[in-house]
């Protein structure tokens, strides 16, 4: 008998153990076990015997019709069952990891227009593999960097910002998408044609570190004009779009997100020189895992629909106060 606790991870105990105890135990005799393993009926009993010498006790009470698990025998077959399911439950999770239907992929976004290719690679891919779990986190490219290259994210999604100071980082151009002049249906500058005529409205502009801050201060420097001097800085979508719609304000936003809200109204003062290349930002050395190919692969195949012009504007209602869904930081 057992006189003190077993050490079975002494390494005497084998897997083959537990399979065949399991299999004797499914089969009710090790005649019909050896035949299911396609083992030698004297290698399935010299193999039980194995154990029972492990353990220190008798597994099974042998009869004429085959055998019986004895107390001690049914404590370990429930164990053994247990340990072999769990070591079924890891190869498939590490198979699933290998083909990427599971994991989990974390998403830096930056910018509203991705109110539109976000939710929508997301879609698709929870519709294909649904075992992969996607974090979104939002932030401006520099905030979102150091998570990045620290191995806290996989991609960062918005407006391509320069990296060429930044060996340890690469990135993949998806679409070209413009900047528009934004304000609310029925706005009293819906006919100007001007950007000197909209001065006299308040403004929204994105905060001065981002580079659409820069590239709009650019278009007002070349057209001889000082920043409107009414202005809020703001880099929150859903905080934009309700100012929008409940004053006169005025704001530059992409284009996507203009022409999927039928609220907001694109006003007639170009700004050609503002174009927004989105795209992934990866980092320059490390691989991405299977859910991050398969994540980037899906914000692939939605952004050249978006840059082909299909479904550019079947867009769920569903973020807040009635807008587009999706909401990120404007402005990087």
Not at 35 to 50: D, I, M, N
Not at 297 to 304: E, I, S, T, Y
Request: aromatic share 2%.
């Amino acid at each position: 008998m057992i006189s003190r606790p077993l050490d079975l991870l002494s390494g005497r105990l084998k897997l083959r153990h537990l399979v065949l105890v399991t299999t004797i135990a499914e089969q009710g005799g090790v005649l019909r076990a050896a035949e299911h393993l396609h083992l030698a009926q004297p290698a399935v009993t010299r193999g039980l015997r194995e154990v029972e010498q492990i353990l220190g006790v008798e597994l099974f009470t042998r009869g004429s019709r085959g055998v019986t698990p004895t107390l001690f025998g049914e404590a370990f077959i429930d164990h053994a069952r247990a340990v072999q399911a769990e070591l079924r439950r890891a190869g498939e999770r590490i198979a699933g990891l290998a083909d990427g239907t599971a994991g989990t992929v974390t998403v830096g976004t930056l910018l509203a227009a991705t109110n539109v290719l976000l939710p929508r690679s997301i879609a698709a891919l929870k519709a294909e593999r649904p075992g992969i779990t996607v974090i979104v986190k939002e932030g401006t490219f520099d905030s979102l960097v150091p998570q990045l290259t620290g191995g806290d994210l996989d991609l960062i999604l918005g407006r391509l910002n320069p990296i060429e100071d930044r060996p340890d980082l690469r990135q993949i151009p998806l679409y070209n998408e413009p900047v528009l002049l934004v304000a609310r249906a029925g706005h009293p500058a819906a006919h100007a044609r001007a950007l000197a005529g909209l001065l006299d409205y308040p403004w929204i502009l994105p905060l001065e570190q981002t580079s659409l801050r820069r590239e709009l201060e650019q278009v007002f420097h070349r057209n001889g004009l000082p920043l409107p001097p009414d202005r809020t800085e703001c880099t929150s979508i859903l905080t934009i779009r309700s100012l929008l719609l409940g004053t006169d304000m005025i704001a530059a936003l992409p284009a996507l997100f203009v022409r999927t809200d039928p609220q907001l109204l694109e006003l007639q003062v170009p700004l050609p020189s503002v174009r927004r290349s989105v795209g992934a930002t990866l980092p320059g050395a490390r691989a991405l895992t299977p859910a991050g190919k398969v994540m980037l692969a899906h914000l692939q195949q939605q952004a050249r629909r978006l840059d082909t012009g299909q479904d550019a504007g079947d867009t769920e209602d569903t973020g807040g106060a009635g807008g587009p869904s999706g909401a990120a930081p404007v402005g990087d």
